[in-house]
C-alpha cells in the first residue's frame, strides 16, 4: 500500500493549489527527514535492547522486533523515494540496475507492510493467549516465533510477487517512468483493480477486524477478572497489573498503525472506485497528507514501546550506559 508506482503523488501537484509550492515541498522534505532519522535509530535500538536482555527474549517482544525491521526497511526503501519526487518527476537511473530498482522498491514497500500487519495478528493472539487462557502454555510458544516470524515474509512476499512481473521502467523522451504493465503481464482478462482490492480486504481490513474482536474479549476478560484467595492477592494483582501495562502498549500499537494507515487505505478504494469525487488538487492534499501519516507509522511504533514499556525505557538507559 505504497503509492501508485504510475504516478508520483509528491511531485504532480498542480501549480494552482498552493500558493507556495517551494514552501510546502520544504516542509513535507522536513517530516520525511524526521520520520526516516527517528525510524533508523528508534527501530535498531528496538532491536538491540530485546537482542541484549534476556528478559526480554518473550514471544512479544519478539514479534515487536519484527515489525520494527519491516518499519525500518519500510524507511529505507520508501522514503528517499518519496524524497526523490518532490523535486525529480523521474526516475534516476535507467538501464538493468534501474529496472531491477523499479520492481524492488515497491516490491519490499508492500512486503514491510504486509509483514507489519501480520505481526500486529500475532501480537494480538500472544496477548489473547496470556490473558484469557493465563494457566496454560502459550498459543506461540518462543520456540515457535521463529517459524512464524519467517512465515510473516514467506507470505507477504508470497502475495506481492506480481509486482516482480508487472512492474516495469519505461523510457520516455523527456522521463524515466516506473509503471505497472499488468494487462501486458498478465494478460487482458486480468485486473489490477481486482487484485487491490482482494489484498486491501484480505490482508488489511480483515486482519484490522481479528485483531479488533481479540482485544475485544481481552478487555472483557480482564474486566470481569477476579483475583482468588487472600494469600495470592499481592501476586496475582502484579501479574495483572504487568499484563495491562504490555497489553496497553500493544493496544497503543494497533491505534497507531490504523491511524497512519486508514487514510491511505481509504485513498485507494477512492482511486479505485470513485476517482471522480475529488477535485484535482483535493486529491493531490488527501493522498499526500495520506502517505505524510503512512510513513509517520514507521517512526511511531518505537516511540509507543518507549512511552509505554518500562523494560524498554530501562534497556535504553542500559544501552546508553
Known sequence: MSENANTTINGTQPSSCSSNPTAEKIGITIAYSLFFLVSLAGNT?????????????????????NMAMSDLL???????????????????????????????????????????????????????????YPLRSPLISSKLCSFFILATWIVAMAIYSPYLVALK???????????????????????????YTSVIVVFCFIPLLLIASLYIIIFQKLKSQKIPGEQSISAGQQRQQR?????????????????????IAIYWFVSLFASNILSQCGDYYFSTVA????????????????IFSS????GLQTLFK
Do not use: H
Not at 54 to 64: E, G, L, Q, V, W
Not at 291 to 306: D, E, G, V, Y
Open 169 to 195: 521502467l519505461v523510457e520516455y523522451p523527456e522521463q524515466l517512468d516506473c509503471r505497472f504493465q499488468w494487462n501486458e503481464a498478465f494478460g487482458e482478462n486480468s485486473s489490477i483493480k481486482n487484485y
Open 291 to 306: 502517505i505524510l501519516m503512512a510513513r509517520a507509522n514507521c517512526a511511531m511504533n518505537p516511540c509507543i514501546c518507549f
Open 243 to 263: 499484563e495491562r501495562n504490555v497489553l496497553k502498549m500493544a493496544i497503543a500499537i494497533v491505534l497507531g498503525f490504523t491511524v497512519c494507515w486508514l487514510p
Open 45 to 65: 535500538v528496538i532491536g538491540i535492547i530485546v537482542t541484549k536482555t534476556k528478559t526480554m527474549r518473550k514471544p512479544i517482544n519478539f514479534f515487536i522486533v
Open 74 to 132: 519500510f524507511s529505507i526503501i520508501l522514503i528517499p523515494c518519496d524524497i526523490r519526487t518532490l523535486y525529480i518527476d523521474s526516475w534516476l537511473i535507467g538501464g538493468p540496475l534501474g529496472q531491477a530498482l523499479c520492481k524492488l522498491v515497491f516490491f519490499l514497500g508492500e512486503v514491510s507492510f504486509s509483514v507489519s500487519i501480520q505481526s500486529l495478528v500475532l501480537i494480538a493472539v500472544d496477548r489473547f493467549g496470556a490473558v484469557v
Open 311 to 314: 523494560n524498554y525505557r530501562e
